[in-house]
């Protein structure tokens, strides 16, 4: 979308088309553009991210989880956790936020044709993988064996519910759920473990496989250990950075870790790239 | 001390004056102009000597003329820039320098963005208030000057800031060199010169007792008003004494230069133990971001109710515990050290890594002055990169 001329802050209106709770404390909206113009001239790659707006309590990026496979609005998801999150989470059906974007590089789908995916998505991380997730399936026949592994602390978190027995109906995906040990309920029928070790069990060679991760940091950290150690090749593992950003365009100067700025050389990066930044994150 | 590269050779990189025709040169003049260390002077441009009457009755002129005029003038004891409503109120005085740098005249503390207004489900947006017209930013010192060249870098050529690029388009900016320099000066060490023309349409250089302006620029040029036709121009002695101050100036700053060359080493000494002794001393109070003519941070938070209000852009600082504060309370920098080592390395390493080996820092010293627990930037750059060259507890 050209938006040159235009403000680089000032935000598209959008209306909160539909609104569902994911879990006590994550919520997902679907927004529609109040000019369709913008609507129909937005173009954006999966993986990228937008500044969303409650108007009074101000900006929160936020990934974008519908793919450019489905145009015409804009889908996201996050948890009610700060001032801009907690005032989008109390808003209703019909009002209006503000969105700028996209931003950011977005992940290299092309080139993971004819190769099996791994997508491991924990807590409101699955808000990220959801866009590629959904490019992938897609545009199924391009890509091997697809395995989405969704992981939370308790039952209660693990998001987008409904829409995963629809993807477990696709040809050659498998879904593995699981919670923390802990966080499981007597009906749960998944796993319980935290990710690494549950991804350890699942045995998987690494065989060209593409694995993308997403998670709270601490997730991160011992996943990259474990695929390390299975011999997974950092080049292969993809993953999603996050900090906090006030412009999107490498001027705000908060979001750098070293020279990398987040907004305009990531969001996602290799597991290869993540082992050549300073440890600033 | 450690050393890569000899000011010598920094200064050639700055700008080496050009041998041309029509120059009207001494043998000494000639052999002072083939020194690389003579990195101000162009002899070639235009220049006039003007006496304090003649540069307030210009002053004067523009003021009539609509410009807005910031100057330094006189505020409880201390130098401030101000939008002044006549010549007479600027005062160049014993003037060393300003308290705060000028950038918020480009980029100012706090400035709405947009306005919103919540009526029902509906969000109406508006325009925030245009702000003026032409401005002349009078007597900068060179280093502010190059500061606000720095600000250029990142609001112009990193992706074109709209509000920044209409604001830089109608400023004019008119340098004062130095003819003293203070104890925390330092602009010699960063590529800097007390007669530096980076920054500057126009400039004007002390002559005992007078100055002789130059034009620098065709905006600088444009400045110049018709009664400059019955100005003295400037004589090749007066050329000559302008050059003779500005290297005395640039003598008395005795300051071991912190090269642009040193990036590499600096950002490869990001693990050293040494952050954390440079670090601690830091109270996080932000007032070197502040002061700072090149720091461009910035904050974006709404002002107002949940009816109407401003998306507004705030200055920031890299020190500031909150600056890098997830919401769900991840720090990527938590403590002290960790945000003291970004404020130096954006400056030293990554900056200059991506901007042509320019340096985010152009030496106007008022960091060092300012620390309420006297941090000095230049020895933790000297230190570090010590530290860096040497790999000592390189983990």
């Known amino acids: 979308m050209s938006d040159a001329g235009r403000d680089r802050f000032l935000p598209h209106l959008m209306r909160i088309a539909a609104a569902r709770e994911e879990t006590p404390d994550v919520r997902t909206v679907r927004l529609e553009f109040a000019e369709p113009e913008v609507a129909s001239g937005l173009q954006w790659r999966a993986g990228q991210f937008a500044h969303f707006s409650a108007f009074g309590a101000g900006e929160s990026v936020l990934t974008i989880a519908n793919p450019p496979s489905r145009p015409g609005h804009i889908e996201c998801t996050f948890r009610d956790m700060g001032k801009v999150t907690s005032a989008l989470a109390s808003l209703s059906v019909g009002q209006t936020v503000g969105f700028r974007g996209p931003y950011g590089n977005g992940f290299p789908i092309d080139e993971w044709r004819g190769r099996d995916l791994v997508f491991v998505g924990g807590g409101i991380g699955m808000a990220a993988v959801a866009a590629p997730l959904r490019l992938v399936l897609d545009r199924r026949g391009d890509f091997g064996e697809v395995l989405v592994l969704n992981g939370a602390r308790t039952v209660a978190d693990l998001v987008y519910k409904e829409e995963m027995k629809e993807w477990e109906k696709v040809e050659r995906v498998r879904i593995v759920r699981a919670v923390d040990p802990g966080g499981e309920t007597r009906a749960w029928d998944g796993e319980v473990g935290l990710l690494p070790d549950v991804f350890e069990s699942l045995r998987l060679e690494p065989d060209g496989r593409i694995v993308v991760i997403c998670g709270p940091p601490i997730m991160l950290h011992f996943m990259l250990i474990a695929l390390d150690r299975l011999g997974f090749p950092p080049e292969r593992v993809v993953t999603t950075l996050e900090n906090k950003m006030k412009c999107g365009v490498g001027q705000c100067g908060r979001c750098n870790v070293g020279r990398f700025f987040v907004c305009r050389d990531g969001p996602v990066v290799t597991a290869a790239q993540l082992a050549s930044l300073p440890a600033d994150l | ?395």
């Open chain 2, 1 to 395: 001390m450690i050393r890569m590269s000899s000011p010598n050779e920094f200064a050639q990189e700055k700008g080496r004056p050009v041998k041309g025709e029509g120059w009207r040169l001494s043998e000494e003049e000639y052999e002072r102009l083939q020194d690389p260390r003579s990195v101000g002077l162009d002899v070639r441009s235009e220049g006039w000597r003007v006496g304090e009457e003649e540069w307030r009755e210009w002053l004067g002129t523009l003021l009539r003329s609509g410009s807005r005029l910031v100057a330094p003038v006189e505020e409880d004891g201390l130098s401030l820039f101000r939008a002044v409503s006549s010549a007479a109120e600027v005062s160049l005085r014993g003037y060393g320098n300003t308290r705060w740098s000028p950038k918020e005249f480009l980029f100012p503390a706090t400035e709405a963005l947009f306005s919103y207004r919540l009526l029902g489900d509906e969000v109406e947006l508006g325009a925030p208030p245009a702000d003026g017209g032409e401005q002349v930013l009078f007597g900068l010192r060179p280093c502010d000057a190059a500061g606000l060249a720095r600000l250029d870098e990142i609001f112009l050529e990193d992706g074109e800031d709209p509000s920044y690029a209409a604001r830089r388009d109608r400023t004019a900016i008119v340098s004062l060199a130095c003819d003293t320099a203070r104890p925390e000066c330092f602009c010699t060490a960063v590529g800097g010169s007390p007669a530096g023309t980076e920054g500057s349409d126009l400039q004007l250089l002390p002559l005992d007792g007078a100055w002789l302006l130059r034009a620098l620029t065709p905006k600088g040029a444009q400045l110049v008003p018709a009664s400059a036709a019955g100005w003295t121009p400037a004589s090749a002695a007066d050329w000559r004494r302008a050059e003779e101050l500005r290297l005395a100036v640039e003598e008395s700053i005795e300051r071991d230069p912190l090269s642009p060359e040193w990036a590499p080493v600096l950002e490869g000494a990001f693990a050293q133990p040494l952050w954390e002794e440079l670090g601690q001393r830091c109270v996080g109070c932000g007032v070197c971001a502040y002061v700072c003519p090149s720091c461009s941070c910035f904050d974006v938070k709404d002002e107002g109710d949940a009816f109407c209000g401003a998306r507004c852009r705030l200055w920031d600082s890299c020190t500031l515990p909150q600056f890098t504060r997830h919401a769900s309370g991840h720090d990527p920098r938590p403590t002290r050290p960790s945000r003291y080592r970004q404020r130096v390395l954006h400056k030293f390493a990554y900056f200059p890594l991506q901007h042509g080996g320019r340096l985010m820092c152009v030496g106007c010293g008022r960091c060092v002055r300012l620390c309420p627990v006297g941090i000095d930037i230049r020895e933790s750059v000297e230190r570090a990169f010590s530290a860096g060259a040497s790999g000592e507890g390189r983990p």
